[in-house]
């Protein structure tokens, strides 16, 4: 059923996003699609994707949405999605009339890439503050002359432990964002220190970097021009697999990390409010709040506020619009001590979420009030009730019976060829199953699988639409309980059932000579210094100035 929706058109749309007021901006296509070219303020929300996000990055229901695509089409991706909001209850949506075609044609910017808003204001802040940086040539000659004993260096990696691991600088300690003014008199109580923040790439070198400076730490601090991946194009090598992470800050270090996130927040115009107060908002069904701890994963699974999302500062920061996509909403940040929600503050709101504010005494002041702190992590999605199928079932039938049991894995393309698959699995997008259908064809028994199920779930009825006389199931625990039951695993891409654009490949994503992956490397570098010139022409961006 598609129910009807109102539209849009590109001028009306630039006139909302200047005026300010609450919208949620959200592009239908799945992320390879939307990375080519896409507004600057559009949220991406895959249709394929719309049940398992678009709660948390638009928890309001009456929330003002406008869905884009490439062109608006009546039976288009946009139009879809606006349908499946209406119908899972959200009330205001409407279709951005000729997609993003119709917003160049008016003379509106397009952009290339993922977490565009973040990477922009990353190479505004640089340009802003003039934040320091070092080229990896330099970095090294120093991180030698530091293994002769004849310099003091400490490098901190400002991204979270996952992208540590999988390649970092020689000595580099994980710090991710916000951790940075949280631990870093633990790694470097000597002013004499020089601190060397690092990233992939340029965004949380930048932001990272600068935050230690606003701070006003004493030692020198710079950050590492273009990231591991300068380092790797200068023909140096990587480390790989490291594990090492900032300690706690005892109470000298945590000491001072607190007078200077209470100083930056001064200047920043970062204001607190109480649990009380945090309880009206959530109660107003007019104006949306949003409840964001930035701790680690593993203290929010330790304790956290009930409705509340695990958001780690630095990666907020780095991709805001993965976590929060009504433009104008109140966003309250909630820690420990008010280090890292008050340095992370100070960043959102020069990014252009004015309403950002800290819960005053964090979690520890919310469980003073009596309120039990909920553990472990956060509640998934609820998934209507479908027909599933264990994995020992799945074994049992593609052992005994392999051609009557059609496998489609609907996870991304990165993981069905890098970390493998169901052996005999299809790849495909649940969006574009007639495309499955298509290369597939007739089926007895079709089996849905995806990362953790929850996905395989979702698409059970789209599949039965595609396959009417055919039993659908989705398998219970997806690739991670078929993996997990000791069953074999295939790498390989030879069965997609559609272009392999479901997500945007990072340049060390590719598997194509080093040479054609520097390139990549290259040119994605080239992509975040220019978007600091485009985001000049473009009058829905305006980055407020703070003295």
Partial sequence: MTLMTGSITAGELRDRLIGGGELALLDAREQGVYHRSHLFHAACVPLSHLELLLNDLVPRRSTPIVWCDEDGAVDGLAARAASRATELGWTDNAVLAGGATSWAADGGELYSGVNVPSKAFGEYVEHAFDTPRLPAAEVKALLDAAARGEADIVVLDSRPLGEFRRMSIPTGTDCPGAELVHRVKEMAPDPETLVIVNCAGRTRSIIGAQSLINARLENRVVALENGTMGWELAGFDVARGEDVHAPDPRPDARAWAEAAAADVGARFGVDTCTPSEVDIWAADTGRTTYLLDVRTPEEFEDGHVDESRNAPGGQLVQATDEYVATRGARLVLIDDNGVRATMTASWL???????????????????????????????????????????????????????????????????????????????????????ARAAIGEATTIVLTSTDGQLAKLAVRDAQAQWPAADVFALAGGNKGWRHAGNDMEPGLERATTTPDDVWYKPYDHDEPGDVVQQHMHDYLTWEVALVEQIGRDPTVDFPHFD
Avoid: C, F, N
């Avoid at 800290?358 to 009596?370: E, Y």
């Avoid at 998934?383 to 994995?391: S, Y």
């Fill in 349 to 435: 709101r020069q990014l252009g979420w004015h309403d950002t504010m800290v819960l005053a005494g964090g979690v520890h002041g919310i469980a003073a009030t009596g309120v039990t702190l909920r553990t472990g992590p956060r509640a998934r999605t609820p998934v209507d009730r479908v027909p599933t199928l264990k994995v020992s079932e799945l074994a049992a039938r593609l052992g005994d019976e392999p051609d009557s049991t059609v496998v489609i894995d609907l996870g991304t393309s990165i993981k069905y060829r890098k970390r493998g698959h169901i052996p005999g699995a299809w790849w495909g997008v649940r969006s574009r199953l007639d495309e």
